[in-house]
């Protein structure tokens, strides 16, 4: 109650050299409901003002020591204090040039012998205009904050769309890829066990045939040397069992590039999250292997925990994944290319008993809820960039390799269209760890047990 009366109370601060005058206004003042401060000399109300900001002050112009326009100076020159609007008073009979006031920054004159109703009228009147300021101001910072709120706002919306056409191309192009090669993929690998049969039924013929008839007529011995019957027979089977293992590799891509587009999918749709990740994986497989040689391969270690079936759109989870094990293999590249570089100078960050890592780690955390841990022992992120990870456009990355978008999509995504989370943490020289939360239901609607409650 009484700090709420001593916010609604004003203060005035009145500074004068003149006790009388002190005294006059002081009463004035204070039977009208103002608190009053007062100084005694230019100095003393420069002093005070280092503490306690008054409404208004009433500032005498003719003062020992420095005088009353140097007060002002000195006022209107901290950002503190120049708002606080300054009334100089002088005595009619001083000659003070008035303007010279004005410059400085004072909103007003009153004369001295002080006539009461004059005074206080016009500080109501500077108080009121200095709330009207004030509010105004207060008005126009929030009108300016809701309108950056909605341009990023807007931002945003348009880098999902920008994002969500693309991912929907590419999904269709995967899609059709995967169908066309479907087909003819379907009948090698289909051909491929009769084709076995029949080569095992020739080569069992040949047997029979050498068995039986143990002096072969000479073109048909010459014809056996240069075919080099005996190496054939050892080779073919080989062969074919490599064709098979080729064949069953085709098929699993174009099943993991089905099962990373998943266009079919308009609604949340219970998934196995572990299929996603594999086939996320096996799409970045290249990136995993394929480096300069003398240079490791990254190492993938998963640690799935058993989950159950996840609500979820896939194909945006997908991209998530993609999103994130990307970034780390950016990483991991980047700090493999520094290895390479200070290979003479430094011991290296990696080993052949501390390769470039990606470990992945499932697990339920709850009934109704799992975590998708994602960690590599990359260069990890400074402190300072952490905030910012998620910030669309935020990239470390050269221009034409990093969009910056990764995260920041990632992120919408799980936290806006899954109720789940994105979290980063991150050790410079260590690594970098990103989390996924996940619920397993997306809707209490979707939920089994819903219906009974
Ligand atoms: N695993 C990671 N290790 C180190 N830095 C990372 C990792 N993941 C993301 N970052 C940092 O976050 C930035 C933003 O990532 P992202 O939004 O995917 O955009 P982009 O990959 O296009 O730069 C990257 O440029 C990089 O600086
Ligand atoms: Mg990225």
């Given at each position: 109650?009484?700090?709420q009366?001593?916010?609604?109370?004003?203060t005035?601060?009145v500074?004068?050299?003149n006790?009388?005058?002190?005294?006059?206004l002081?009463?004035?003042l204070d039977?009208?409901?103002?608190?009053?401060?007062?100084?005694?000399?230019?100095?003393v109300?420069?002093?005070?003002l280092?503490?306690?900001?008054?409404?208004?002050?009433?500032?005498?112009?003719?003062?020992?020591?420095?005088?009353?326009?140097?007060?002002?100076?000195?006022?209107?020159?901290?950002e503190?204090?120049?708002?606080?609007?300054?009334?100089?008073?002088?005595?009619?009979?001083?000659?003070?040039d008035?303007?010279?006031?004005?410059?400085?920054?004072?909103?007003d004159y009153?004369?001295?012998?002080?006539?009461?109703?004059?005074?206080?009228?016009?500080?109501?009147?500077?108080?009121?205009?200095?709330?009207?300021?004030?509010?105004?101001?207060?008005?126009v910072a929030?009108?300016?904050?809701?309108l950056?709120?909605s341009?990023?706002?807007l931002k945003?919306a348009?880098?999902?769309l920008?994002q969500?056409?693309?991912?929907?191309?590419?999904?269709?192009?995967?899609a059709?890829?995967a169908?066309?090669?479907?087909?003819?993929?379907?009948?090698i690998?289909?051909?491929?066990r009769?084709?076995?049969?029949?080569?095992?039924?020739?080569?069992?013929f040949?047997?029979?045939?050498?068995?039986?008839?143990?002096e072969?007529?000479?073109?048909?011995?010459?014809?056996m040397?240069?075919i080099?019957?005996?190496?054939?027979?050892?080779?073919?089977?080989q062969?074919?069992?490599?064709?098979?293992?080729?064949?069953?590799?085709?098929?699993?891509?174009?099943?993991?590039?089905?099962?990373?587009?998943?266009l079919?999918?308009?609604?949340?749709?219970?998934?196995?999250?572990?299929?996603?990740l594999?086939?996320?994986?096996?799409?970045?497989?290249?990136?995993?292997k394929?480096r300069d040689?003398?240079?490791?391969?990254?190492?993938?270690i998963?640690?799935?925990?058993?989950?159950?079936?996840?609500e979820?759109?896939?194909s945006?989870?997908?991209?998530?994944?993609?999103?994130?094990?990307?970034?780390?293999?950016d990483?991991?590249?980047e700090q493999l290319?520094?290895?390479?570089?200070t290979?003479q100078?430094?011991?290296?960050?990696?080993?052949?008993?501390?390769?470039?890592t990606?470990?992945?780690?499932t697990?339920?955390?709850?009934?109704?809820?799992?975590?998708?841990?994602?960690s590599?022992?990359?260069?990890?992120?400074?402190?300072?960039?952490?905030?910012?990870?998620?910030?669309?456009?935020f990239?470390?990355?050269?221009p034409?390799?990093?969009?910056?978008?990764?995260?920041s999509?990632?992120?919408q995504l799980?936290?806006?269209?899954?109720?789940?989370?994105?979290s980063?943490?991150?050790?410079?020289?260590?690594?970098?760890?990103f989390?996924?939360?996940?619920?397993?239901?997306?809707?209490?609607a979707?939920h089994?047990l819903?219906a009974?409650?």
């Open positions: 109650m009484d700090t009366l001593q916010e609604q109370q004003q005035i601060l500074v004068d050299d006790p009388t005058n002190i005294e006059v002081f009463d004035v039977a009208c409901g103002y608190r009053v401060a007062i100084a005694k000399s230019g100095e109300a420069l002093k005070r280092q503490s306690s900001v008054p409404d208004l002050i009433l500032l005498d112009v003719m003062m020992p020591g420095i005088d009353g326009f140097e007060t002002c100076r000195q006022i209107k020159a901290s503190d204090l120049r708002d606080i609007p300054v009334i100089f008073m002088t005595a009619l009979s001083d000659t003070v008035k303007v010279k006031g004005l410059k400085l920054g004072a909103v009153i004369t001295k012998p002080i006539q009461h109703e004059e005074v206080l009228a016009r500080i109501n009147v500077h108080l009121q205009l200095r709330h009207l300021n004030q509010t105004l101001e207060t008005q929030q009108r300016t904050a809701e950056t709120a341009v990023t706002q945003e348009q880098i999902q920008v969500g056409e693309k991912m929907a191309s590419l999904g269709q192009l995967v059709g890829i169908h066309e090669i479907n087909n003819p993929i379907n009948f690998y289909g051909n491929l009769p084709a076995e049969e029949y080569i095992e039924d020739l080569l069992g040949v047997d029979c045939y050498q068995t039986h008839i143990l072969a007529p000479a073109p048909i011995q010459a014809r040397e240069e080099d019957l005996p190496f054939l027979r050892k080779d073919l089977p062969l074919i069992r490599s064709m098979k293992l080729g064949a069953d590799r085709i098929r699993q891509i174009v099943l993991s590039l089905r099962n990373f587009s998943r079919d999918e308009k609604e949340f749709k219970p998934v196995d999250i572990h299929e996603g594999d086939s996320t994986l096996l799409i970045l497989q290249y990136r995993l394929r040689s003398g240079s490791l391969p990254i190492t993938v998963k640690d799935y925990g058993v989950l159950p079936p996840i979820c759109y896939p945006q989870i997908n991209q998530v994944f993609m999103n994130i094990l990307a970034n780390a293999i990483a991991l590249e290319q520094l290895d390479q570089q290979k100078s430094q011991s290296p960050h990696y080993s052949a008993e501390h390769p470039p990606i470990h992945i780690q697990l339920q955390q709850a009934a109704d809820r799992i975590t998708i841990h994602i590599d022992n990359g260069p990890g992120i400074p402190e300072a960039l952490q905030a910012k990870l998620f910030d669309a456009f990239t470390t990355k050269p034409g390799k990093g969009t910056g978008l990764g995260l999509i990632s992120y799980l936290v806006e269209k899954h109720h789940g989370m994105l980063c943490h991150s050790k410079p020289g260590q690594g970098t760890q989390v996924i939360e996940l619920p397993v239901h997306q809707s209490v979707s089994p819903a009974i409650s």
